[in-house]
């Protein structure tokens, strides 16, 4: 059983910055691929991006590549989503998760088994 718990959302201007922190529970936590998902009003549940169980590997979607970055820190049992450069179109809740499989890449909504919570970003323009 992992726990995950989402914080660092707020509201941001347009062109601004925010640094996401999922903290989890669980000596398997370093064993599990993490990813973060973001759903808007009225949309579909989106990948944002992934990381590998070591690190090593990162995934992106083609909105935020180049904008967003992910890390983590087994040691704290704690991932990260730096979001820079971000647009009113990166309004959602943003959730993180574990992936089944160790890897970054996106995979079905089915493959990825704890959810935190949710943080509320709003970016205004």
């Known amino acids: 059983q992992v726990q995950l718990v989402e914080s660092g959302g707020g509201l941001v201007q347009a062109g601004g910055s925010l640094r996401l922190s999922c903290a989890g529970s669980g000596r398997t936590f370093s064993t599990y691929g993490m990813g973060w998902f973001r759903q808007a009003p009225g949309k579909e549940r989106e990948f944002v991006a992934g990381?590998?169980?070591?690190?090593?590997?990162?995934s992106f979607a083609d909105s935020v590549k180049g904008r967003f970055t992910i890390s983590r820190d087994n040691a704290k049992n704690t991932v990260y989503l730096q979001m820079n450069s971000l647009m009113p179109e990166d309004t959602a809740i943003y959730y993180c998760?574990?992936?089944?499989?160790?890897?970054?890449?996106?995979?079905?909504?089915?493959?990825?088994?704890?959810w935190g919570q949710g943080t509320q970003v709003t970016v205004s323009s």
């Open positions: 990381i590998s169980w070591s690190g090593a590997s990162t």
């Open positions: 998760t574990t992936k089944l499989n160790g890897g970054s890449r996106p995979a079905p909504l089915n493959e990825y088994v704890y």
